[in-house]
């Protein structure tokens, strides 16, 4: 599966972004879904994940209550909708796709990714 992620970009510090994922494919209900994003110099972490039928999600304690992630599996789109954004969250966003098992929170568990997209926050 082929991953397209969009929706990144420039906002201050309390703005929203929402982030998509497009994949490719005619299996993407087959698919869990992760976010991870990757700051300058630091090590790529999970943001969220959804499961294939989109009843189960995972969020990183430093973005619950302010993340959201949701999917149309009628679309192939995955989507990050992040409020209350602070200038931490500056990093490049990715998605990932993990055919089988569950949503993981270690990146070497997902199987495609998308080629990231970048989101600032500015103070």
């Known amino acids: 599966v082929q991953l397209q992620a969009s929706g990144g970009g420039l906002v201050q510090t309390g703005g929203s972004l929402r982030l998509s994922c497009a994949a490719s494919g005619r299996?993407?209900?087959?698919?869990?879904?992760?976010?991870?994003?990757?700051?300058?110099?630091?090590?790529?972490?999970?943001?969220?994940?959804?499961?294939?039928?989109?009843?189960?999600?995972?969020?990183?304690?430093?973005?619950?209550?302010?993340?959201?992630?949701?999917?149309?599996?009628?679309?192939?789109?995955?989507?990050?909708?992040?409020?209350s954004l602070k200038p931490e969250d500056?990093?490049?966003?990715?998605?990932?796709a993990r055919r089988n098992f569950a949503v993981s929170i270690l990146p070497k568990f997902y199987d495609f990714w998308g080629q990231g997209t970048l989101v600032t926050v500015s103070s």
Do not use: H, P
């Not at 790529?44 to 995972?58: D, K, L, P």
């Not at 500056?90 to 990932?96: F, K, L, S, V």
């Open 90 to 96: 500056t990093a490049a966003y990715y998605c990932a």
């Open 27 to 83: 299996t993407f209900s087959g698919y869990n879904m992760g976010w991870f994003r990757q700051a300058l110099g630091k090590e790529r972490e999970i943001v969220a994940g959804i499961s294939g039928g989109g009843g189960s999600t995972y969020y990183a304690d430093s973005v619950k209550g302010r993340f959201t992630t949701s999917r149309d599996n009628a679309k192939n789109t995955v989507y990050l909708q992040m409020n």
